[in-house]
């Protein structure tokens, strides 16, 4: 008889632990789903940047209740945007998505918009037609990681010399 009360006291314990992974597993998926909203939102508000092809210097804001009444109930967007401070036709935007019980969750989103109207010889971005975009896309949660893509020797992994397959062959087989 005690070996059965112990037995079930073991079992009692085993299952609780399954239960409260099982909590941990869905409280991952929710957090997943809530950072691919906010990016999807961060993303549609930056595509309305774009289309203004250089946005004025400003901050607004909003909630996504006029784009989609009840869908996004916890989201608010923050946009702001301001010069580059090295090029005089370089405007930085960054845009903030907050989310989350007292929004207390964040994703970010910034990238450097070209004045189409300049042009410069050919450069890349001096399309009159298409403002040059470089875009940085990170969630700014601090449990957040973020890939480095540097060589050891501190060079961009696409610019390393060592890294060139031709020079490998050719110091190869010499």
């Known amino acids: 008889m005690i070996e059965v009360m112990v037995a079930m006291a073991i079992l009692g314990i085993a299952m609780l632990a399954l239960l409260s992974l099982h909590h941990q597993n869905l409280?991952?998926?929710?957090?997943?789903q809530e950072i691919t909203r906010a990016a999807m939102l961060a993303e549609m508000v930056m595509t309305q940047a774009e289309l203004e092809h250089y946005p004025e210097p400003g901050t607004t804001q909003g909630t996504f209740d006029q784009t989609?009444?009840?869908l996004y109930p916890g989201f608010q967007w923050q946009?702001?945007?301001?010069?580059?401070?090295?090029?005089?036709?370089?405007r930085k935007v960054r845009v903030v998505v907050s989310y989350g019980?007292?929004?207390?969750q964040t994703f970010g989103l910034t990238e450097f918009?070209?004045?189409?109207?300049?042009?410069?010889n050919g450069a890349p971005g001096s399309n009159p037609n298409q403002a040059g975009t470089v875009a940085s896309k990170m969630p700014t949660d601090a449990s957040a990681s973020s890939a480095n893509s540097e060589s050891p020797n501190g060079a961009a992994a696409g610019n390393d010399p060592s890294n060139n397959p031709a020079k490998r062959r050719r110091s190869k087989s010499r």
């Not at 409280?27 to 997943?32: E, K, M, N, R």
């Not at 946009?79 to 370089?90: A, K, M, N």
């Not at 918009?113 to 410069?120: A, I, K, L, S």
Request: without cysteine.
């Open 68 to 70: 989609f009444p009840g």
């Open 27 to 32: 409280q991952s998926v929710i957090h997943a």
């Open 101 to 104: 019980p007292r929004q207390n």
């Open 79 to 90: 946009r702001s945007v301001e010069e580059s401070g090295i090029f005089p036709d370089v």
């Open 113 to 120: 918009v070209h004045n189409p109207e300049t042009t410069t």
